[in-house]
């Protein structure tokens, strides 16, 4: 909430019948700059609504912020979305929000939602605390709410031609894997057939996942053809 001074002179006169008299006064008038209200609705996963994202997920913001004693009093002039204190980025405003309208009879707030997406490849994974930021046309601002997002490893499926030193490299980079250990490999005249399977492990070394993969490496280079075979749920820790 800010302060806006504005000031007034006002000059007097009287008049009786031993002559006249005047003066002036100055009037200071204070008015109340309201901060912008609204609600942070939501912080998921894009694909189907749940808190916990897997890495290289993508992470959506919504909810609505509006300026009363602005005229249209949406949208605001911005909305700041933070990961953990850090702004990452605003939102894109001017969502329609009907609803919004009509439950504070405000029509001029039709506008009032906003929406961000944020791509989560570059974070570690780790809970982080999604805050909005409203900031109306005179710097006034509202922290909006937070919501918690849980962000677990990728269970990575590779695809395509590479280095097996590569793929490995990739796997550990993204913290998919504690323990990777060799099946079978098989010698051919013409290429290198590898089994591998990978087991997954969270931060807190909870066995989550096996994924099976095929390598074939390419005839007269060192690159592999991976694919992947599938998986299956660990039958033990």
């Known amino acids: 909430t800010g302060v806006l001074t504005a000031s007034k002179t006002f000059s007097l006169k009287c008049t009786g019948s031993k002559g006249s008299a005047s003066d002036s006064v100055t009037v200071n008038v204070q008015a109340v700059n309201q901060a912008p209200i609204g609600s942070l609705e939501k912080a998921a996963d894009e694909t189907d609504g749940d808190q916990t994202i897997l890495r290289g997920g993508t992470l959506i913001v919504e909810g609505w912020a509006a300026d009363p004693d602005s005229s249209p009093g949406a949208p605001v002039a911005k ?3 933070r990961l953990n204190g850090a702004v990452v980025g605003e939102g894109t405003l001017g969502i329609s929000r009907p609803d919004i309208a009509q439950k504070n009879n405000r029509p001029d707030y039709t506008n009032s939602g906003f929406k961000f997406s944020y791509d989560t ?12 930021i409203a900031f109306d046309s005179k710097g006034a601002s509202t922290n909006l709410g937070s919501k918690t997002i849980s962000l677990r490893p990728s269970e990575h499926r590779i695809l395509g031609s590479t280095s097996f030193d590569e793929v490995m490299r990739i796997l550990q980079e993204d913290q998919l894997i504690y323990e990777a250990s060799m099946l079978l490999k098989e010698l ?7 089994k591998l399977v990978l087991d997954i492990f969270t931060q807190d070394m909870l066995h989550i996942a096996r994924f099976y993969f095929t390598l074939t490496q390419d005839v007269g280079s060192s690159a592999y053809t991976i694919v992947f075979d599938g998986s299956a749920r660990p039958t033990s820790p």
Request: proline fraction near 5%; charged fraction near 20%.
């Open 188 to 194: 051919t005249t013409s290429k290198v057939t590898t």
């Open 79 to 81: 909305v700041e979305i």
């Open 121 to 132: 490849k570059n974070l570690q994974p780790g809970d982080y605390a999604v805050v909005a």
